[in-house]
Each structure stands twice: as structure tokens, then as C-alpha cells.
């Protein structure tokens, strides 16, 4: 999810260095494509750099100013700054190259369950709805859990919100996900185990 942050530090990404001197006061906007072993790597992982590069400008053109001048100004108020962070991680779901919606791994039982948190630093609150199934956008959830009285989500209850907020249920399995699934069930059985690494993140 895209993260929005006043900071004197350098930056360490693959696609470069950002430095901010002691002085500086620029706004940064991070988008995190994954750090599991079933996110984009080895020949993927170009491909993943250049679709990041496409969600942030997805991020820019949808947001209702325009975000490069806004970042000129050194000034992005917190209206603007929530709908990037939703912008930002609606696109990460939607696209099947990452681990975050459309196209997330399966567990040990084929299931894809899916978690998201939102944290906000102005009214302090976290929200967050866990291992909900058959959804894409978790992160809507997450965010309209900031405005309730109970702020965090059991999968019933996350299927409850998404009922209330009208959306569809969707299932996030993909046949490239589900193949990877079936092949290392395969393997488990000639194996004669059960085991493997396994968990929610890849």
C-alpha cells in the first residue's frame, strides 16, 4: 500500500536511491510489490517493476488533484492522502502479478484468505479485517473499519462489512495459483508428507 511520510532518511529501492538531506521536508509515496517467495521474482520481476510504475500513475491520474504538482507544493492533505493509499492498494489487488488480491496464494487447503490493516496517525486508529475468502479489495474493509466502534474483523465479520458495503463477492483464485496449488499437493503425496511451508503470505 502506497505510504505517505515526512522523513530525513535515504531510501534504499531496486529501481534506484532516493536522498533527503537533514533539511528536506518532501513527501514520499512507496508502493510495496511484495516480499514473499511467491512474489514477483527472477524473470517476473522486471515485469513487476514496470506495473508498479503503472499503479503509481494509475495513483496520480485517479486522484481528484493532480498528485505531482501536490508533491511540488509539499502538500497533500489528508483527504488526498487516504484516497492515494486507496487508489494505490486497489490497483496492487486488481493486478494477478501480486500477492495482494486477484491472483493471492493458496494455503495448505486451497483457500485464498486475504488480511489487510490501515493504520492513520492523525486520528489514531488501526482497523483491520482478517483471513476474509471470496473478495478482491480487502483494503476497502480495512478502511471503512476506521469509522466504526469495532475496528477489528474475524472472516464472519468481514463478510458481514462486505455485504453492508455492497460488494461483490469475488473469488481472488486464479488458474495460475491454482495450478502452483495442485502441483505441490502432487508433490506432497508422492512425497508421502504433509508438510511444506505454508501460511498466508505466500
Known sequence: MPIFMKTQTKIETYSGQIQLTKDSQATVLLAHGGAGPQDPNKENFNLAMDRLKEILSG???????????RLKDNFINMATVERLALNGARLLEADPL?????????QNDGMARLSASYMESHRRRFSAVMNATNLIHTSELAWALQYKEHTVLDPLGAERLKRDLGLRTTSPITSQRLEKWIEFKRNEIRAGSSGGKTGTIG
Not at 98 to 106: E, I, Q, T, Y
Request: charged share 10%; glycine share 10%.
Open 59 to 69: 495513483v496520480n491520474t485517479d486522484c481528484p488533484e493532480n498528485l505531482s504538482s
Open 98 to 106: 501480486f500477492n495482494a488480491g486477484l491472483g493471492s496464494s493458496l
